[in-house]
């Protein structure tokens, strides 16, 4: 597959951002010009402005940029020294500033961090040039105008450099597509996930909250949002039994001589809280559970019989992330993660690497997400900042493709993509829109059975090192569910839905029988509902159908004489009376079975 980077896209994108930006300074000519990457789905360019766009400027910028695609300015690169540059430049302080970057050697020309010192390149179309590396199109025709959006989405503040303590610059987005069409599935795309929009179902449906007093990025779960986390959790703890893992349970804080020892501390500390002091002794706040697992492992003597050993804890975790970069629940600053992590002998890794990764799609299938992808991992050659023994490394990556193969799963190497202790698989999930989640990776680990020194007794009598697996299928469950609310739509397989059953009674008379058949439904373990307020029947489905409730029983005198209750499904459809038995038995067996569909 042919990288983003490297794509007609990428450079159609970048040369948009430079034809947006000569666009904005012939309207704005005193705009100070920041930096304009394309970005996964377009581009932005960030602008000092002298005052907010309105959206006249915004169209009137777009039609500008359409009349200098349709121009045909050919994008022309050149070579300039630092002087050369700053004499360019005069006017244009952020650039002054990469000007100083480059030349120093510290940073590209979009601010990322670089080794060694950069060749300063410019590419100039028309009347405007810009400090770039490229690439860009030949000729600004290649680009089709009609295949070009600046006004698809609000511009939004952005720090110069992301950082809180410099002026906040006005980011303008674009899209660009190579014909209309794509750009209109695009734009319709955005829309649906617009309404689909995790934060705001959250919301709506009452699942979590998240407020300041508490802190940024530390998501509240509310009854029902919890009781959909419980299912899923239940759900994983159940196929984890299955295949023959423990549960364990560990503390939220460790000593740091545990990070230490297991160099998580200080290598990570860039998104590890800073120690607390306990008395004479330190501790961190646990970014990860894996050194505690090997601690648990560690506790007791293993002969190779004992082995595999699977430890299993739904462990919450804390990680500093930029407030500049939380949002709603994919990117939070205390997560609990589904994770485990299997000791096991050299000869055991393949059965055991395909005993995850099929417990991996089971779990993604059950949820509907079959439509998913596998990147392996493996180290670049000519590093050498690998641990572990060549040969270990061959035969876990031949493990992880063989398994692969033997599940037929489409799988795609990528050299360098390992972690530094150890090969990887990447499970790339596609949800209904389209959009590519990484989720479910399994790493194999030679660095923290060593690191801890841990072993067990082989066969031969002799001391041995196990080999570890981390895993996590969902990763954060908080990311995930927020992943899980937008590919839902808010609207969970029974199974899920946090109010299974909610009851109408068609008239006050009815709601003793009403509140009766709940009482059951609960007893059977079933999450029901009353509706008795005063509302009409219309407006309480109506009310039920908006909070996503799968099944609406309805009842009036006809059901109570009958022992009966009138079934309708979130989705409108009328599936009539029913004797209640009957409508519970069904229920049983759709939630047990975790069905899709709603009445298979
Ligand atoms: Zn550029
Ligand atoms: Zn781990």
Redesign the pocket.
């Known amino acids: 597959m042919q990288r983003y980077e490297e794509s007609k896209l990428y450079r159609i994108r970048h040369s948009a951002a430079h034809i947006m930006a000569q666009a904005v300074l012939e309207r704005f000519p005193e705009a100070q010009i920041a930096i304009g990457p394309p970005i996964e789905d377009g581009f932005y360019y960030d602008f000092d402005l002298p005052r907010p766009l309105t959206p006249e400027d915004l169209a009137a910028i777009e039609q500008r940029m359409r009349d200098i695609i349709r121009e045909g300015h050919p994008f022309v690169r050149r070579v300039v020294s630092a002087e050369e540059a700053r004499r360019l430049f005069a006017n244009q302080v952020y650039k002054l500033e990469l000007i100083d970057g480059l030349e120093k050697g510290a940073m590209d020309e979009d601010g990322n961090p670089i080794e060694g010192p950069a060749v300063i390149t410019t590419y100039r179309h028309d009347t405007f040039e810009d400090l770039c590396r490229g690439p860009h199109v030949e000729n600004s025709s290649e680009i089709n105008p009609d295949a070009v959006s600046i006004t698809f989405r609000e511009p939004a503040g952005a720090y110069w450099r992301g950082d809180e303590k410099r002026p906040m610059l006005t980011r303008i987005y674009g899209t660009a597509w190579e014909t209309a069409q794509e750009l209109e599935e695009y734009l319709n795309l955005l829309e649906e996930a617009k309404k689909r929009d995790h934060r705001v179902l959250g919301q709506k449906l009452n699942l979590f909250v998240i407020d300041p007093l508490v802190g940024k990025g530390l998501p509240l779960w509310k009854p029902r949002g919890a009781l959909v986390r419980e299912a899923l959790i239940d759900f994983m703890r159940e196929a984890q039994r299955e295949a023959g893992y423990l549960p364990v349970v560990t503390p939220h804080i460790g000593n740091l001589d545990l990070y230490r020892t297991s160099g998580h501390y200080p290598y990570y500390s860039d998104s590890q809280y800073a120690p607390i002091q306990v008395d004479e002794e330190q501790f961190l706040i646990k970014p990860?559970?894996?050194p505690h697992?090997c601690m648990i492992y560690k506790s007791e003597m293993h002969s190779y019989r004992d082995l595999p050993l699977r430890l299993a804890e739904f462990g919450t975790v804390y990680r500093y992330e930029k407030s500049g970069e939380l949002s709603g629940l994919t990117r939070v600053r205390g997560f609990t993660q589904d994770?485990a992590?299997l000791f096991v002998t050299p000869e055991q890794l393949l059965s055991e690497f395909i005993g995850v990764a099929d417990l991996i799609q089971r779990v993604f299938r059950t949820l509907g997400m079959a439509d998913f992808r596998v990147r392996v991992g493996t180290r670049d050659p000519e590093s050498d900042k690998y641990v572990g023994a060549p040969e270990s490394w061959e035969k876990a990556t031949a493990a992880i493709i063989e398994a692969c193969q033997h599940m037929g799963l489409d799988y795609t190497i990528e050299a360098g993509e390992a972690a530094f202790y150890g090969p990887k698989l990447d499970f790339i999930v596609r949800d209904v829109l389209k959009r590519e989640w990484q989720l479910g990776t399994v790493?194999v680990?030679y660095n923290l059975p060593e690191r801890f020194q841990l072993e067990y007794i082989g066969a031969d009598g002799e001391p041995h090192r196990p080999v570890m697996i981390?895993r996590a299928p969902f990763g954060s469950l908080e990311r995930f569910m927020g992943i899980l609310i937008e590919h839902f739509a808010g609207a969970f397989p029974a199974w899920l839905s946090p109010v299974q059953v909610t009851l109408i009674p068609v008239a006050d008379r009815h709601v003793p029988y009403a509140q009766q058949i709940a009482a059951r439904l609960k007893a059977a373990g079933f999450r029901a509902e009353v509706d008795d307020s005063n509302n009409r029947m219309s407006n309480k489905i109506r009310i039920a159908q908006g909070q996503k409730v799968p099944y609406m029983l309805v009842v009036g005198d006809r059901d109570v004489e009958a022992g009966a209750v009138s079934v309708r499904l979130r989705s409108g459809e009328d599936l009539g009376a029913m004797p209640v038995e009957a409508f519970i038995a069904r229920l049983g067996e759709i939630v047990k079975s975790r069905a899709l569909a709603l009445w298979p």
Do not use: G, L, R, Y
Request: aromatic share 0%; net charge negative; charged share 20%.
């Open positions: 990860m559970n894996c697992h994770d992590h790493q680990d981390h």
